[in-house]
């Protein structure tokens, strides 16, 4: 079967840092693209960084020098280093992989940072 579960969050401090992980298995992680994106309360999903396959990253600007996206395929597992954490960047953090025919998602990990 496939899983994706993603771990790390709970409630930190403004300022402060935590990093997410996402486990996969039941498919050839090395081949996917990988993707951290979020939903804050109330509001809709947002792509937080991508890396490829081939390990090229993207990030998008409200997290550019802030947050760091990582992956190690030897562990089917990718990161997510989040430092100088701010109030809004409050979410369920998930974790997806995706390549030409398939797109998979884990169940997310809540992130709550306190002003």
């Known amino acids: 079967d496939v899983q994706l579960q993603a771990s790390g969050g709970g409630l930190v401090q403004a300022g402060e840092s935590t990093r997410l992980s996402c486990a996969a298995s039941?498919?050839?992680?090395?081949?996917?693209?990988m993707s951290w994106l979020r939903q804050a309360p109330g509001k809709g999903l947002e792509r937080v960084a991508d890396?490829?396959?081939?390990?090229?990253?993207a990030y998008t600007d409200f997290v550019k020098g802030r947050f760091t996206i990582s992956r190690d395929n030897a562990k089917n597992t990718m990161y997510l280093q989040m430092n100088s954490l701010k109030p809004e960047d409050t979410a369920v953090y998930y974790c997806?992989?995706?390549?030409?025919?398939?797109?998979?998602w884990g169940p997310g990990t809540l992130v709550t940072v306190s002003s």
């Open positions: 890396i490829m396959n081939d390990g090229k990253i």
């Open positions: 997806n992989a995706e390549e030409r025919q398939h797109s998979y």
């Open positions: 039941g498919f050839r992680f090395s081949s996917f693209a």
